[in-house]
T-cell receptor, first 115, second 113 residues
């Protein structure tokens, strides 16, 4: 079945460690996104990529990094510079067609807890 | 800047009750408006959308009408079920902004049997 796969579903990290969250899609979508979800704050955009080998910062990119070496994959690294990394992270993708603007397909999320 | 404001939850209803979740927005021009739903432990799914004033989006018994005069996009359902328990997010994209969604804070709905 086509979709977006995020892994791991749960991750625990000690302070000072970098962690990488995986996001893979087989929908043949050009654009991919990473959002952070905190209780009562909705979703905030961390990074997005509209094409392979190119990505842009979103509203809260500090302390995060990404790569887009393949169309299917958009991993997110949470670095030790991120001051408050405990959160639920959501990856999404979307087709390029203007008629489907705003129609994002989301993965099931990864919950990161810093101990 | 653009923003979306939703009513704070949780909203608790009995099965078969009428649902309204309020959403208002601030944006220049004519944004497109969306409702997304997040079931427990899952990612978000698009529920419905409207792209111009007076459009009504509908899906799975839910509906919302794009009201330019009141800058609102309230979500309604005539008879909720326990399976509708979820968090609902209102969102917008401004004119010509591709897929850069601005989300509201989300409203949790709890439906009791």
């Amino acid at each position: 079945d086509g979709g977006i796969t995020q892994s791991p579903k749960y991750l625990f990290r000690k302070e000072g460690q970098n962690v990488t969250l995986s996001c893979e899609q087989n929908l043949n979508h050009d654009a991919m996104y990473w959002y952070r979800q905190d209780p009562g704050q909705g979703l905030r955009l961390i990074y997005y990529s509209q094409i392979v080998n190119d990505f842009q910062k979103g509203d809260i990119a500090e302390g995060y990094s990404v790569s887009r070496e393949k169309k299917e994959s958009f991993p997110l690294t949470v670095t030790s510079a991120q001051k408050n990394p405990t959160a639920f992270y959501l990856c999404a993708s979307s087709p390029k067609l203007a008629t489907h603007a705003g129609e994002l397909f989301f993965g099931e999320g990864s919950r990161l807890t810093v101990l | 800047g653009d923003s979306v404001t939703q009513m704070e939850g949780p909203v608790t209803l009995s099965e078969e009750a009428f649902l309204t979740i309020n959403c208002t927005y601030t944006a220049t021009g004519y944004p497109s408006l969306f409702w997304y739903v997040q079931y427990p432990g899952e990612g978000l799914q698009l529920l419905l959308k409207a792209t111009k004033a007076d459009d009504k989006g509908s899906n799975k018994g839910f509906e919302a009408t794009y009201r330019k005069e009141t800058t609102s996009f309230h979500l309604e359902k005539g008879s909720v079920q326990v399976s509708d328990s979820a968090v609902y997010f209102c969102a917008l994209i401004p004119n010509n902004a591709g897929n850069m969604l601005t989300f509201g804070g989300g409203t949790r709905l709890m439906v009791k049997p």
